[in-house]
């Protein structure tokens, strides 16, 4: 399954080592790494990228690692998602976009203390044994989450809770005197511009997400050439989890944006 992998050590060069572990992995056919990053907190707190994300077409397209994820870690954890169109936008997207939640980032916050050094990476393993060995060889502590459609689901909820809304003010409508019309017509107007501002997000996040999967699924086969047939059946298998995960995202986003029509169109 696609995760999200943070290993955090005692020092840069352990770090470098747990590194390079990964990639001899990735060679080996064991797991399949799509991008990375090295990171570093300084005595005062401050993350600092040490390596950025590959650049070769997962790296490129799912350089999340070394962004979103760092602000996230690097800011205030605990903060609170949800409650309005501005949480939906901002963290919620940046936590989706690092296929983490808010407890991921605390227990990976306190264990980044000043002085540490963690790897980010974008991983899909079959079983976990072969990457908390090899970490272990050099001291590191190894936090996952698998990667979840957190803001897919967040973005139906909200645009479904716009449409009920919408269908109400249109009922109170035919009963309301001139002066409610008008407040009910600027109440509506509200509505019309989250749910274009939500379809916009979920158009572009169909892009996105796109763009990732092709990305892994590029990374996938030049591994499965480079692999033994032995592997090359669990390397297969990764493809196809892929396919389904961004068949899964789109038909939920494409949801939302047929029940953001029904909202503006109202």
């Given amino acids: 399954m696609n995760?999200?992998?943070?290993?955090?050590?005692?020092?840069?060069?352990?770090?470098?080592?747990?590194?390079?572990?990964?990639?001899e992995l990735h060679t080996n056919g064991d797991m399949s790494l799509y991008a990375t990053a090295v990171i570093a907190k300084d005595s005062?707190?401050?993350?600092?990228?040490?390596?950025?994300?590959?650049?070769?077409?997962?790296?490129?397209?799912?350089?999340?690692?070394?962004?979103?994820?760092?602000?996230?870690?690097g800011g205030p954890v605990g903060v609170a998602i949800g409650a309005g169109l501005g949480g939906l936008t901002g963290l919620l997207f940046d936590l989706d976009r690092s296929g983490v939640d808010l407890q991921f980032v605390k227990d990976v916050s306190e264990a980044l203390a000043p002085g540490k050094v963690a790897i980010l990476a974008d991983i899909t393993e079959s079983w976990t044994t072969p990457v908390d060995s090899h970490?272990?060889?050099h001291g590191g502590i190894v936090f996952r989450r698998l990667r979840s459609?957190?803001?897919?689901?967040?973005?139906?909820?909200?645009?479904?809770?716009?449409?009920?809304?919408?269908?109400?003010?249109?009922?109170?409508?035919?009963?309301?005197g001139n002066e409610a019309k008008e407040k009910i017509h600027t109440q509506l107007e509200?509505?019309?511009?989250?749910?274009?501002?939500?379809?916009?997000?979920?158009?572009?996040?169909?892009?996105?997400?796109?763009?990732?999967?092709?990305?892994?699924?590029?990374?996938?086969?030049?591994?499965?050439?480079?692999?033994?047939?032995r592997r090359k059946a669990?390397?297969?298998?990764?493809?196809?989890?892929?396919?389904?995960?961004?068949?899964?995202?789109?038909?939920?986003?494409?949801?939302?944006?047929?029940?953001?029509?029904?909202?503006?169109?109202?």
């Fill in 190 to 229: 509200l509505l019309k511009q989250k749910s274009e501002l939500i379809a916009n997000k979920a158009t572009e996040r169909i892009q996105i997400t796109k763009s990732e999967s092709e990305a892994k699924i590029t990374t996938l086969r030049q591994q499965m050439n480079d692999s033994s047939e």
């Fill in 234 to 266: 669990k390397i297969e298998k990764r493809i196809s989890e892929v396919t389904a995960d961004f068949n899964s995202r789109c038909t939920k986003l494409k949801e939302v944006g047929e029940h953001a029509k029904v909202a503006l169109h109202a």
């Fill in 44 to 73: 005062d707190g401050v993350i600092h990228i040490k390596q950025e994300a590959d650049k070769g077409p997962a790296g490129a397209a799912i350089g999340m690692v070394s962004g979103s994820l760092v602000g996230i870690l």
């Fill in 135 to 137: 970490m272990a060889e």
């Fill in 149 to 176: 459609e957190v803001i897919e689901d967040q973005y139906l909820r909200e645009v479904n809770e716009l449409e009920t809304e919408v269908a109400e003010l249109e009922a109170e409508w035919s009963e309301a």
């Fill in 3 to 23: 995760k999200m992998l943070i290993a955090v050590f005692d020092s840069e060069s352990s770090a470098f080592k747990g590194l390079n572990s990964l990639k």
